[in-house]
């Protein structure tokens, strides 16, 4: 399967997208687009829409009760919230990584060939072995796991926990990958070390992370967007977000007046 969009495309297009909680509207007439091949931080104060945003993008708010979307958010030019989407499928394309590491609790080698086994994306054992190496290769834990496949993943350190989970949501082969805040839990080291392997992640697929951290989003990220009370405030090459930017709310969050 080749999916990969030449650097730069616009992979994910918000257009005037709100977002309703019941009667209370968390996000505000969302321009944004996503690109193809880049890490994109979300970056503002708790509260702000940051969650719901990313979570629009793989349709987890259908599972929260009074949700409402208006306006159009497009994967690949066509509308995610279309009723003809298979909202599995989509998933599949759209992996997700949370907070806190969430490892199922089975061998590191079935966490993994969870998904593949799902989709049904394995011929046979030798098949689902090569994707299951490949995706712990890939999330950089292949070589501190590789004689204790069997092991529960739950027995893991909390940073090759949330390694795990990464190959876990690789082992599909999605297009985007969905980091909330993936490394809150993490201790520096642990931290450091998800955060390279993001930057590797890129060549492979297109990254959304949302993160508090503006070390991180400066570190890690290509595009910036800054949300504040439900609306994107700005938008921009990363590094001219924080070295530049224009907009006076953007300018007092990251030199920390307020947050
Ligand atoms: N499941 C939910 N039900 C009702 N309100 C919610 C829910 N999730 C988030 N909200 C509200 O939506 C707003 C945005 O929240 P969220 O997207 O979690 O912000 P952030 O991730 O930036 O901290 C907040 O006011 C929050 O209280
Ligand atoms: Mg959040």
Do not use: W
């Not at 005037?16 to 509207?25: I, P």
């Not at 907070?99 to 799902?118: E, H, L, M, T, W």
């Not at 993943?153 to 940073?159: A, D, I, P, R, V």
């Amino acid at each position: 399967m080749t999916h990969f969009l030449p650097e730069g495309t616009v992979k994910i297009a918000a257009q005037n997208l709100g977002v309703f909680y019941g009667e209370k509207q968390a996000l505000h007439a969302i321009n944004l687009d996503i690109r193809a091949g880049e890490v994109t931080a979300l970056i503002g104060p708790s509260g702000c829409g940051k969650s719901t945003f990313l979570r629009c993008i793989n349709r987890m708010n259908d599972m929260v009760d009074g949700a409402r979307v208006e306006g159009s958010l497009t994967l690949d030019g066509n509308d995610i919230y279309d009723r003809g989407i298979d909202v599995v499928q989509l998933r599949a394309r759209v992996g997700m990584v949370f907070q806190k590491p969430n490892p199922f609790p089975k061998s590191i080698y079935d966490n993994v060939a969870y998904g593949p086994r799902i989709h049904g994306m394995a011929k046979d054992q030798t098949e689902l072995d090569e994707i299951v190496m490949n995706s712990l290769e890939k999330a950089g834990l292949l070589g501190e796991v590789e004689d204790r496949l069997s092991e529960s993943g739950t027995s893991l350190s909390g940073g090759q926990q949330q390694r795990l989970c990464i190959a876990r949501a690789i082992a599909v082969s999605p297009e985007i990958i969905l980091m909330d805040e993936p490394c809150s839990a993490l201790d520096p080291i642990a931290t450091a070390k998800v955060e390279e392997l993001i930057d590797e992640l890129r060549e492979n697929f297109t990254i959304v992370i949302v993160t508090h951290s503006m070390q991180q989003a400066a570190r890690v990220s290509q595009r910036t967007a800054f949300f504040h009370l439900g609306k994107v405030v700005e938008m921009g090459d990363t590094e001219q977000i924080f070295t530049n930017p224009q907009h006076t709310l953007t300018q007092g969050y990251i030199t920390g007046r307020f947050g």
